[in-house]
């Protein structure tokens, strides 16, 4: 099915970005092939690259999510995105962002037509009922400037199919017609273009209503692994500062700032 995706195409893309928006794109760089698209904005802004770089690719060899667990990019068939950007005046932690950024990938996916069924889970990642539609990993290496990387999930072939992908689904799943691949990237650029000047104004405050009509793990029993321990408990929501918040078994109220988090079952 990969071969009925269209390929990425600058001038596609640029149509489904708002004509009031498109200055905000600086840069486009489109790849057939490419290690991460991530680490390669990371080396580009060693250059002083201008804010609005984005970097694109139809594979990666070497794509990898957060704590470094690779994440699967077969040829031809997802979104694998990265949008360099500096903000001039934030005012606001940027540890939220991963979060804000997500609200926006599912208020795209619901101007694309999918209007039920899309959750999120803290911190970072974009499920549909339950299975993993997308990620983000945000990376910086000066301060006020950010790589944000976005995958998601438009078709997963049968041979790509690895153990780490069994709980994974794509757009293809869901609408069971081929992805409009340029559209989708358009529309996203879009939101990121619309709303991180809103986030640099307001930070995660503005997010956070959205967030939490989403958020998947809300009232539920979870295990959060942070600093080599495994901590057990119910899970009471999100801060504004977008720290997890949860009651543990002692009966004692945590808050967490990053971990990878599960849900338990009974």
Request: net charge neutral; charged share 20%.
């Amino acid at each position: 099915m990969s071969h009925l995706l269209e390929p990425l195409d600058p001038k596609f893309i640029l149509d489904s970005i708002a004509p009031r928006n498109r200055h905000y794109l600086r840069k486009l760089e489109i790849f057939d092939t490419i290690d991460s698209t991530n680490t390669y904005l990371l080396q580009k802004a060693k250059e002083d690259i201008s804010s609005g770089f984005l970097c694109l690719t139809d594979q990666q060899t070497q794509g990898r999510g957060r704590f470094g667990k690779s994440w699967v990019s077969p040829p031809g068939a997802n979104i694998y995105c990265s949008l360099f950007w500096r903000f001039t005046h934030l005012q606001h932690e940027i540890s939220g962002l991963s979060m804000a950024v997500a609200v926006m990938i599912a208020k795209v996916l619901h101007q694309y037509g999918i209007k039920q069924g899309v959750q999120l889970k803290w911190p970072n990642d974009v499920l549909f009922l339950g299975k993993k539609l997308g990620g983000i990993l945000l990376e910086t290496n000066a301060p006020q400037t950010i790589v944000i990387g976005i995958g998601l999930n438009l078709y997963l072939p049968d041979n790509f199919m690895q153990p780490e992908l069994a709980q994974a689904i794509s757009i293809y799943d869901i609408i069971k017609s081929a992805p409009e691949r340029n559209k989708l990237i358009g529309l996203l650029v879009n939101e990121m273009f619309e709303q991180l000047p809103v986030y640099e104004k307001k930070g995660l405050e503005a997010f956070i209503d959205d967030w939490r009509k989403l958020d998947v793990l809300m009232g539920k029993k979870i295990t959060v692994y942070t600093q080599g321990k495994n901590i057990v408990g119910q899970m009471l929501g999100v801060n504004e500062s977008g720290e997890l918040l949860m009651q543990d078994e002692a009966g004692l109220q945590q808050q967490f700032r990053c971990g990878e988090v599960s849900v338990r079952e009974g």
